[in-house]
Nanobody
Framework: QVQLVESGGGLVQAGGSLRLSCAASRRTFSSYTMAWFRQAPGKEREFVAQIEWIGGTKDYADSVKGRFTISRDTAKNTLVLQMSSLKPEDTAVYYC??????????????????WGQGTQVTVSS
């Protein structure tokens, strides 16, 4: 069983920055894709960013490209999302997720077998 625990959410003004972390209980995530999704009130959960645990290939949703950076620390089993130039429309609950590489496309929520409990990010205007 894998446990993912997010931290680092909070309230920030527009233009500010936040750093989200996701601590994973599993010893290794080789052959896994790690990702961040977010869900705003009344909206579907949407893809934000992904990274391959081995190799570090990454990609982003168009809405966050150039503002968010995803990374992982393989020694600490931690996934990080560095968010800058935040906008009110970034307000959402942010979730980290883990799923086997080579399965469904990484923007597809069904790909991910493990999810964290979520952390709230609120950006005020």
């Amino acid at each position: 069983q894998v446990q993912l625990v997010e931290s680092g959410g909070g309230l920030v003004q527009a233009g500010g920055s936040l750093r989200l972390s996701c601590a994973a209980s599993r010893r290794t995530f080789s052959s896994y894709t790690m990702a961040w999704f977010r869900q705003a009130p009344g909206k579907e959960r949407e893809f934000v960013a992904q990274i391959e645990w081995i190799g570090g290939t990454k990609d982003y949703a168009d809405s966050v490209k150039g503002r968010f950076t995803i990374s992982r620390d393989t020694a600490k089993n931690t996934l990080v999302l560095q968010m800058s130039s935040l906008k009110p429309e970034d307000t959402a609950v942010y979730y980290c997720a883990a799923g086997k590489s080579g399965t469904l496309y990484y923007t597809d929520r069904r790909k991910y077998d493990y999810w964290g409990q979520g952390t709230q990010v609120t950006v005020s205007s």
